[in-house]
């Protein structure tokens, strides 16, 4: 296998998933800033020509971080990131997916439609003046999840450390760096996320 690894958010949750679990694989880097993600080479690897993408051994490729873990996760089943039973992957699934579509969804295009405007208008669709209302949706849901985290969970499936947490520590530590800064009075999520960027997968 081959992982196809660039700067960015989503290649990170993938590398945090990975160093959590001991796996190592092969990467090649793709440089974002020189468009290499939109040149025939990689949209014959991801045709959104979005990142990472990983090539498996028969020489076909996955794209989508969520698709990547569970793969990785199947294929190295201990230590368990996503779940050992049915109902433990169900939840951490559940979760994966409203952080995704709730945060990092209206935190990734805020930020697109917004400060990174110059960079993004040549490479997708954009919608400038949705910037605003998607950074108060993301900030919104930040604050839900916040009190939801208020009955003395550790992580967001409680004890367990999984993909859900991982993807929510990346996008809010991008938020962090690009004008969403995560707003102190989350206290929950505020010590969550000094509790998860104390684990060294952080640094993968």
Known sequence: MKLYDSIGPNPRIVRMFMAEKGIEIPKQTVDLRKGENRETEHLKRNPHGQMPALELDC????????????????????????????EERAECRMWTRRVDLNIAEPLANGYRFGEALKFFEKRIP??????????????????????????????????????????LYCWLDFGNQVGQPLDQSNANIVAWFNRVGARPSVKA
Not at 66 to 86: D, N, R
């Open 59 to 86: 020489g076909n490729y996955l794209s989508e971080i969520t698709a990547i873990c569970e793969y990785l996760e199947e294929k190295h089943p201990s230590p368990a990131m996503i779940g050992t039973t049915p």
């Open 126 to 167: 954009v919608a400038p003046e949705a910037s605003p209302g998607l950074k108060m949706i993301a900030a919104n849901r930040i604050k839900w999840l916040d009190d939801q985290m208020g009955d003395g969970r550790d992580y967001i499936c409680g004890k367990r450390f999984t993909l859900a947490d991982m993807l």
